[in-house]
């Protein structure tokens, strides 16, 4: 059973930092993609950054040049680096690791608050 382990959210003020991390375990299967998404209330889950395996790279138009993600392939971990954070960023962010094979699956952390105060 795959498992994904969050830490690193907490409470920050505007205009600080915080770096989110994110462990998989339970597979000798390689991740393909590692992400981060997160969801406000009542809103949906929106992707805020992913990582393949290979490095290519996707951010959500509202946090480039201010997050950063990055994983280590070794430790099937994924890093969310959050600089010049903002109110609006607000939000419980859940780790995201896709595995595939002949299908894919999608496994899903227990989310971790960020609160940004102004």
């Known amino acids: 059973q795959v498992q994904l382990v969050e830490s690193g959210g907490g409470l920050v003020q505007a205009g600080g930092s915080l770096r989110l991390s994110c462990a998989a375990s339970?597979?000798?299967?390689?991740?393909?993609?590692m992400g981060w998404y997160r969801q406000a209330p009542g809103k949906q889950r929106e992707l805020v950054a992913s990582i393949t395996s290979g490095g290519n790279i996707n951010y959500a138009d509202s946090v480039k040049g201010r997050f950063t993600i990055s994983r280590d392939n070794t430790k099937n971990t994924v890093y969310l680096q959050m600089n010049s954070l903002r109110p609006e960023d607000t939000v419980v962010y859940y780790c995201?690791?896709?595995?595939?094979?002949?299908?894919?699956?999608?496994?899903w952390g227990q989310g971790t608050q960020v609160t940004v105060s102004s």
């Open positions: 995201n690791a896709r595995i595939c094979r002949i299908t894919c699956a999608d496994y």
């Open positions: 339970g597979t000798m299967l390689r991740v393909n993609v």
